[in-house]
Nanobody
Framework: QVELVESGGASVQPGGSLRLSCTASGHISYSWVTMAWFHQRPGGEREGVAA?????KVTLYADSVKGRFTISRDSALYLQMNSLGPDDSAMYFC??????????????????WGQGTQVTVSS
Protein backbone atom coordinates (compact mmCIF):
# COMPACT_ATOMS: atom_id res chain seq x y z
CA GLN A 1 0.00 0.00 0.00
CA VAL A 2 1.18 3.50 -0.82
CA GLU A 3 0.97 5.99 2.01
CA LEU A 4 0.86 9.74 1.51
CA VAL A 5 2.16 11.94 4.31
CA GLU A 6 1.53 15.67 4.67
CA SER A 7 3.70 18.10 6.59
CA GLY A 8 4.04 21.84 7.09
CA GLY A 9 0.82 22.66 8.90
CA ALA A 10 1.07 25.16 11.73
CA SER A 11 -0.63 27.96 13.59
CA VAL A 12 -0.05 31.34 11.91
CA GLN A 13 -1.36 34.88 12.12
CA PRO A 14 -3.66 36.36 9.49
CA GLY A 15 -1.67 37.46 6.47
CA GLY A 16 0.96 34.81 7.04
CA SER A 17 2.19 32.07 4.74
CA LEU A 18 2.71 28.33 4.90
CA ARG A 19 4.10 25.75 2.53
CA LEU A 20 2.58 22.28 2.80
CA SER A 21 4.35 19.21 1.48
CA CYS A 22 3.10 15.76 0.58
CA THR A 23 5.37 12.77 0.11
CA ALA A 24 4.76 9.12 -0.64
CA SER A 25 6.05 6.15 1.31
CA GLY A 26 5.68 2.42 0.85
CA HIS A 27 7.21 -0.49 -0.97
CA ILE A 28 5.67 -0.10 -4.39
CA SER A 29 6.49 2.29 -7.17
CA TYR A 30 3.83 4.66 -8.41
CA SER A 31 3.31 7.44 -10.89
CA TRP A 32 0.71 10.11 -10.25
CA VAL A 33 -1.37 11.52 -13.06
CA THR A 34 -3.61 13.72 -10.94
CA MET A 35 -2.70 15.31 -7.62
CA ALA A 36 -4.65 17.61 -5.35
CA TRP A 37 -5.06 19.32 -2.02
CA PHE A 38 -8.28 19.28 -0.03
CA HIS A 39 -9.30 20.80 3.26
CA GLN A 40 -11.90 19.87 5.84
CA ARG A 41 -13.26 21.85 8.77
CA PRO A 42 -14.66 20.09 11.84
CA GLY A 43 -18.04 18.62 10.96
CA GLY A 44 -17.68 19.75 7.37
CA GLU A 45 -17.18 18.10 4.03
CA ARG A 46 -13.82 17.59 2.41
CA GLU A 47 -13.46 20.35 -0.16
CA GLY A 48 -11.10 20.67 -3.08
CA VAL A 49 -8.55 23.47 -2.83
CA ALA A 50 -6.14 22.91 -5.70
CA ALA A 51 -5.35 20.20 -8.23
CA UNK A 52 -2.97 19.53 -11.07
CA UNK A 53 -2.39 17.12 -13.91
CA UNK A 54 1.21 15.98 -13.98
CA UNK A 55 1.46 15.47 -17.72
CA UNK A 56 -0.01 18.75 -18.89
CA LYS A 57 0.88 20.84 -15.83
CA VAL A 58 -2.62 22.27 -15.92
CA THR A 59 -3.74 23.52 -12.51
CA LEU A 60 -7.15 24.16 -10.99
CA TYR A 61 -8.06 26.17 -7.91
CA ALA A 62 -11.09 26.81 -5.80
CA ASP A 63 -12.32 30.37 -6.26
CA SER A 64 -11.58 31.18 -2.65
CA VAL A 65 -7.83 30.57 -3.03
CA LYS A 66 -7.11 31.86 -6.53
CA GLY A 67 -4.25 34.30 -6.47
CA ARG A 68 -3.19 33.21 -2.98
CA PHE A 69 -2.36 29.49 -3.20
CA THR A 70 -0.11 27.67 -5.64
CA ILE A 71 0.08 23.93 -6.21
CA SER A 72 3.32 22.49 -7.56
CA ARG A 73 5.41 19.35 -7.47
CA ASP A 74 8.82 17.87 -7.99
CA SER A 75 9.45 14.62 -6.12
CA ALA A 76 6.86 15.84 -3.63
CA LEU A 77 3.58 17.72 -3.91
CA TYR A 78 3.42 21.23 -2.48
CA LEU A 79 0.84 23.83 -1.63
CA GLN A 80 2.17 27.34 -1.13
CA MET A 81 -0.38 29.33 0.85
CA ASN A 82 -0.09 33.11 1.09
CA SER A 83 -2.26 35.82 2.61
CA LEU A 84 -3.84 33.32 4.97
CA GLY A 85 -7.03 34.22 6.77
CA PRO A 86 -9.19 32.57 9.43
CA ASP A 87 -11.38 30.97 6.76
CA ASP A 88 -8.36 28.93 5.66
CA SER A 89 -8.19 27.13 9.01
CA ALA A 90 -8.77 23.43 8.40
CA MET A 91 -7.16 20.04 8.11
CA TYR A 92 -5.39 19.86 4.77
CA PHE A 93 -5.10 16.56 2.92
CA CYS A 94 -3.13 15.63 -0.14
CA UNK A 95 -4.60 13.21 -2.63
CA UNK A 96 -3.36 11.47 -5.74
CA UNK A 97 -4.43 9.04 -8.40
CA UNK A 98 -2.68 7.13 -11.16
CA UNK A 99 -5.26 8.15 -13.72
CA UNK A 100 -6.76 11.28 -15.17
CA UNK A 101 -9.87 12.22 -13.24
CA UNK A 102 -12.79 14.15 -14.64
CA UNK A 103 -13.46 16.27 -11.54
CA UNK A 104 -10.10 17.01 -9.90
CA UNK A 105 -11.58 19.05 -7.05
CA UNK A 106 -14.00 16.31 -6.02
CA UNK A 107 -12.75 14.03 -3.24
CA UNK A 108 -14.43 10.85 -4.48
CA UNK A 109 -12.17 10.84 -7.53
CA UNK A 110 -9.00 9.96 -5.64
CA UNK A 111 -7.59 6.60 -4.58
CA UNK A 112 -4.72 7.71 -2.34
CA TRP A 113 -4.87 10.05 0.64
CA GLY A 114 -2.70 11.35 3.41
CA GLN A 115 -3.69 11.65 7.06
CA GLY A 116 -3.85 15.43 7.03
CA THR A 117 -1.97 18.34 8.52
CA GLN A 118 -3.60 21.06 10.61
CA VAL A 119 -3.56 24.69 9.55
CA THR A 120 -4.81 27.26 12.03
CA VAL A 121 -4.99 30.97 11.25
CA SER A 122 -5.70 33.24 14.20
CA SER A 123 -4.46 36.44 15.76
Amino acid sequence: QVELVESGGASVQPGGSLRLSCTASGHISYSWVTMAWFHQRPGGEREGVAAMFSDSKVTLYADSVKGRFTISRDSALYLQMNSLGPDDSAMYFCAADSRWVSSPLQSAEYSYWGQGTQVTVSS
